[in-house]
């Protein structure tokens, strides 16, 4: 699948997620804990393609997107040779480990587990590295300054001005990552190749099985259904689900476009005096 459609995809599970969850245990949820959350996971959501040399990923932080790639990319080749079933083909570099369930839980764990021992430096570093990777994949969307630029004002406001800030939301940065993860592979699922989402479990004498939605259903990555189908409908879901959950978006929104009309009024009203 495109950026866009991952990145949306992280977003609207995201926002699901932190808007809905809490509320079903008596928690009220904060703007600033809702939008870390869905942040993170539609960052998260191009972190498995950093097995492919050319992804978002694998470019978006110079030398550490290198090094982070030239890590992933073996593991996921040893990880398939040493677990390879006797129809499984290719060399597991690209849609292998950081494809799989395992894979999800693995670096969700571990952002869970480094959350907790540091708590805010980690959350908002994950929150920054996520919201850059979310922004550049939506760089047909979003055009104006370089994400990087975007993604530290968006992680200062996070943290500074939005009502809740990331407080408390550490504890939950491991789920955002691995959820993110997740909804990326089920995402590539629907495409023609398919993922391996249940290594290592055998199927069909394969452990690196590409599980897929019925032939029929699935579209090719980039073709005509996901750009004119699939990319708008979760970037409009994605704006909805913002304005449903987000406690005050739909004011913001309103606020801006009285601003914005404000704007267009005085640049239409000819000067005093003119003709």
């Known amino acids: 699948m495109l950026g866009v459609s991952h990145a949306t995809s992280g977003a609207a599970l995201g926002l699901v997620i932190a808007g809905l969850a809490p509320q079903t245990v008596g928690m009220t949820p904060t703007a600033g804990g809702i939008l870390t959350f869905a942040g993170v996971t ?3 959501a191009l972190l498995p393609d950093l097995d492919h040399p050319s992804s978002t990923a694998t470019r978006r932080f110079s030398w550490a997107s290198w090094l982070a790639a030239h890590a992933v990319r073996p593991l996921s080749a ?37 959350s907790a021992r540091w708590g805010t430096p980690v959350t908002v570093g994950v929150l920054f590295v996520c919201l850059a990777l979310a922004i550049k994949g939506l760089d047909g ?16 406001a ?4 939005l009502a809740g800030g990331t407080a408390g939301t550490a504890g939950w940065l491991g789920l955002a990552v691995g959820l993110g993860m997740l909804v990326h592979s089920l995402g590539d699922a629907v495409t023609e190749s398919g993922a391996p989402l249940l290594w290592p479990l055998p199927i069909r004498g394969r ?17 005509r259904v996901e750009t004119l189908l699939v990319a708008p409908v979760l970037t409009a879901a994605t704006l909805a689900l913002t304005v449903w959950v987000v406690p005050g978006a739909l004011e913001v929104l309103l606020d801006l476009r009285d601003r914005l009309t404000a704007l267009g009024s005085m640049i239409g009203t000819p000067p005093a005096g003119g003709a």
Not at 207 to 223: D, E, K, N, Q
């Open 42 to 44: 539609a960052g998260a």
């Open 141 to 156: 969307l979003v055009p104006g300054p370089p994400s990087l630029v975007i993604a530290a004002g968006l992680t200062w």
């Open 158 to 161: 996070a943290e500074t001005a």
């Open 207 to 223: 452990h690196w099985y590409p599980v897929g939605s019925p032939r029929s259903l699935r579209f090719r990555a980039g073709g």
């Open 78 to 114: 040893l990880v398939f040779r040493l677990t390879r079933g006797p129809r499984d083909s290719g060399r597991g570099t690209h849609r292998g480990l950081t494809h799989t369930l395992a894979g999800a839980l693995l670096l969700g764990g571990a952002v869970a587990a480094a």
